[in-house]
């Protein structure tokens, strides 16, 4: 199956190379809710919904994604999320290894925050990824 899927994904790969960035976002945004769905977002949800602070919120994400650096720039406003490796399945079971998956990422990040301040009151922006050559992933989250 390994195999199979090696080839499937080399062949979504290439397909990335060939598609205009309107349409690759919205591919990595299905994918990234998807991501979130399977995993992450309930974690999110528990985290918000266990705690009486921020800080305490905070805590608990790093917590539960030792992967994860929070720095919370201004107070339940602006945070800076820095991954020290790469937490995406698929690239660490090398299936994809193109930066434009970290699109998918970015996604999966603003699903998760949507889930607890609701949809339309965040932004995400990724400024570096790992895949890009940066050493570490790192995203801007805003409460708008």
Known sequence: ????????????QKSLNGIDEISRNRIFKECGKACSNSYTKQIYFDAKKNSNNEEEFIEKLKKAFPEIIIDVIEKEKVYHIKYKFCACDLVNKKYIDTPYICECSRNSLLYNWETILGEGNVKVELVQSI???????KFIVTVL
């Open 1 to 12: 199956m390994d195999d199979f899927l090696t080839h499937w994904f080399n062949g979504f």
């Open 131 to 137: 895949l890009s050559g940066a050493p570490c992933c």
